[in-house]
């Protein structure tokens, strides 16, 4: 190399150098605030989970959040009942007959209503569900939660049953196998660990969704008697906590953090393994 | 079966023999058609909710529409106990949160991605990468509580006074931590996320030959970056910073609960505002008159425009990027 061409280079070595750097700064920034929140949440959470905190309802000193988490839990799994079998459907429909109109348009606006802020869908379910009814409830806001799902689980199905080799398609037809059997017991079955993966992530993401819940389950200081009852919920009391003054709510607020967080978590820890073990093929 | 069988292929029958049919095998016309139809039927619900949003929101406005016309956009007069509604506050709010808090996420999401794609060492990318996933399945809410209850306190003692010293229009006012300032920092460490992962995905659907044949020809890593990569994927990478933006706009509670929840337009960033979604959140389940709640629904009916508007044309950005770059390693 001629000496131009080598301080030319050294230059640019340099800048490069200087280049990965910047870019590891960057990543030492998106990480503080992670390992900021996360410290907050599991020191404060853990100083004031108590037992009382699982087993007493929502009220004043002393008081837990059992009806909250009892709360939480009934929303998730009835909003799971509703958005993760149609949810399937529709993203098994989108990959079987990928190349239709309606496939195409469907899976663009999934992809859109995914982008929709979720409170616009407890505005929706508000006016639909809520002013049907003349009451806030359960059951709307699981409503408004199977929303916030369907398009995540029909685009994750979509994704993983597309990926499925069309091979595999063309035995089962070939040996004699109709489309629908087909689509449930070859390539359903086949893409069912991604599936199954992409739906506790759709779960986890709804265990956190508070926005949708402000006016549709709304809130309740008392456990409710059925699915007609406005209930109150781990989320939507964080946020009630976090807007008063009172030192002792924040507390549970931080307790309430901690638990929401460790259940998100774990449902994505859990769903990574899912996916890891899927390889026999 | 006798070797000799084997040898001479006996004639198969054009339909199989009764014995190796399986139930509901003749059948299956009418059981395709069914499968389907429930298929078409749940894709199609998928399809209408989206439609129904929009038709649903513009219905519970349609009053406030009627009363305020064109005024509840370009007035900021906020006064549900007078029925007085202008949004032209939150308006701003959002576009002040949103636009400070891209500013802050735009230039660190991209050097995430560039770290997870290009710059940096192998080994690291992997766990970098679940860390700031993790960082986007914290909820919302969590956030909220955090800005509310360390972060607000640290701007108001420590970060504000020093910005004070600066000067200036954006950093004067009351010092109280929420705020503007407060609202578009957690509003950056939510929108990260997002930027650096679809942006990683951009530049990773970068064909592998353009790199090496830059490296080939003696390009460092931040050359090929600079001269093949992004030029590559400019495309994707704008689409990934629109889709940050519309989570910024729609990003609710960790923003109510921090950005001061006052209906005033203000440039500096120490004022308490209000945004679109936020407003919503606080007001709508204690919402007074029939009026009100449209008059809220109308903010939502714009959040929808601008939120849809935002994703649609992200969304055709980032498939053409990654469709280009399939085609170019095709």
Redesign the interface.
Known sequence: MTPELESA?SG??L??R???G??????V???L??V??FA??VSRGARAISIPFFVEPIGERGAGMANAIVGTIQLVFLASAMGIP??I??G???A??KATR??R??R??????A??????????V???VVVWMKQFSAFAGAAALA?VM??LV?RTTDELARAVPDSLREAALAL?A????T??FVVLRTAAPGIRSGCLLAV?RV?????PL??TA?NNRFYNDSLLDPTSTL?VQ??TY??TPNDDW?AQ??AA?LV??AI??VL?VVARRLLDEKVPG | MTQRALATPPRLPPQPPRSLRFAGMGKSGSADRTFGALGAGAAGALGLVLIGVAVSVARIAWPSIQASGFSFVTTSVWDPSRGVFGALAFVWGTILTSTVALILAVPIGLGVALFLTDLGPPHLRKPVSSLVELLAAIPSVVYGLWAALVLAPILRTTVQPALAKIGGPLFRGPNVGFGILCASLVLAIMLLPTIASVSRDVLRAVPAELREGALALGATPWDAVRLVVLPHARHGVFGAILLGVGRAVGETMAVAAVVGSRADISPSLFAPGYTMSSVIANEFPVASSELHIAALAEVGLLLFVITVAFNVAARILVARSNKSAAGAQA
């Open positions: 280079y640019r070595k800048a490069s200087f280049a990965t910047a870019s590891s700064v960057a990543v920034l998106a990480l605030p992670l900021a929140v907050y949440v149609l949810g459907m529709a098994l429909y989108l079987e007959y309606l496939a348009a469907v663009f606006s999934a992809d859109v209503l982008g929709v802020p979720s409170i616009l869908v407890g505005v929706v508000y006016a639909v929303i369907l398009p029909a004699g109709s489309r629908w059997r689509a449930l986890a265990c956190g969704e508070t926005a402000l006016f709304y989320q964080i946020f976090t807007m924040h607020a931080w953090a929401l967080v998100v978590i994505g």
